[in-house]
């Protein structure tokens, strides 16, 4: 059945049953507004907005997965500050040929990002218009630690990834040429574009090691660490060799590997700096070394173009 011949009562119905509850949540949805646990004292709360045809288009993805990359893009950004996401809210446009079944769908993909990290789904909106448009805002704990800011990096650290690099740009490439993925690392990019899936538990464990900053790449890694070392008042200088483990990832017949690597966002991978004496434990590699100056460098050679998405480009 179609959105536009059930009331939102009704749709909320079918909806509502498949959001997660999550640890913190004292009220769910169904009233003027939830009520959230806030255990630390302080949150932290981000927003961020898909729109089809920019960030998604339903003939590349599932409902599921649509629901899946919401939930992951505004849940990196809550790992990134080192806390743990603690509810969500999710207001959606939809247009009215949409069935009743892709919103139930959209809720599991909710569902496969906030369950595993104990995340509620609170509460949101419904509205109709002509394209589907995605809003979600989500809170986070610190349970107790300082929240890590991009503007912490300092000369000496070592800069670490969590996470994958260009797997979501190569998925992008094998879809935009309406290619089915042919071997299993092709499968797992067009898997990571069309539904990231962020390493959240390390948001805060990176937070506990000591890291001086951190945020997650959704832009490109040029790009983004050139917003963190301008933050800091340092410079990024990457190593090459050590990027080769992300090239390892990519699918083989990936075109300019190391430009995906370092440009490619959306993967929602953690980019941090930790102090440089420190052993990284699984799951973390280095990158390269915050130095004095500024800018991004490649094995010492300045990186001058953007190096990354551009929004309004
Ligand atoms: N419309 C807005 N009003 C206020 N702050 C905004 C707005 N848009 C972006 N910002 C802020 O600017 C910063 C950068 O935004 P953005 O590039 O979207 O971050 P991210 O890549 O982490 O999602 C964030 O701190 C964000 O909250
Ligand atoms: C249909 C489609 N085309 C292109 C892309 C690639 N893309 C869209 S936005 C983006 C970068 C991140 O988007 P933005 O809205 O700037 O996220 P933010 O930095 O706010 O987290 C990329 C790589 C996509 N996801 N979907
Ligand atoms: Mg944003």
């Given at each position: 059945m179609r959105i536009s011949e059930v009331d939102e009562a009704a749709l909320l119905g079918a909806f509502v049953p498949h959001l997660p509850k999550g640890r913190q949540t004292l009220l769910g949805p169904g009233d003027d507004c939830a009520v959230l646990r806030a255990p630390d004292s302080r949150y932290v709360v981000t927003t961020d907005m898909l729109v089809e045809g920019s960030h998604f288009k339903c003939e590349w993805s599932t409902p599921r997965q649509i629901g899946a990359r919401a939930a992951a893009q505004n849940l990196a950004d809550v790992a990134a500050m080192g806390a743990f996401p603690t509810g969500i809210v999710c207001s959606l446009c939809l247009r009215?040929?949409?069935?009743?079944d892709w919103l139930v769908e959209f809720a599991k993909g909710l569902a496969d990002r906030c369950g595993p990290a104990g995340c509620g789904v609170v509460g949101g909106d419904l509205t109709r218009g002509p394209a589907i448009a995605i809003s979600i805002t989500a809170f986070g704990d610190l349970r107790g630690q300082t929240a890590v800011v991009r503007s912490g990096a300092k000369v000496g650290d070592q800069i670490v990834v969590a996470g994958t690099l260009g797997m979501s740009s190569c998925g992008l490439e094998i879809v935009s040429q309406g290619a089915s993925p042919a071997d299993p690392a092709e499968a797992e990019s067009v898997s990571i574009f069309l539904a990231p899936k962020p390493p959240l538990h390390m948001g805060p464990e990176l937070a506990k090691l000591g890291a001086h900053a951190m945020m997650d790449v959704s832009d490109g890694l040029v790009k983004d660490a050139r917003r963190m070392g301008k933050a800091s008042g340092v410079a990024m200088a990457l190593e090459s060799a050590e990027l080769e483990y992300f090239s390892s990832l990519l699918?083989?017949?990936?075109?300019r590997p190391l430009d995906k690597i370092l440009t490619g966002g959306e993967d929602h991978a953690l980019l941090a700096t930790l102090p440089k004496e420190l052993q990284l434990p699984e799951g973390l590699r280095a990158v390269g070394t915050v130095k004095v100056g500024e800018g991004v460098y490649l094995d010492g050679e300045?990186?001058?173009?953007?190096g990354g998405w551009e929004s309004y480009r």
């Open positions: 009215e040929d949409l069935q009743v699918p083989s017949n990936c075109t300045l990186i001058s173009a953007s």
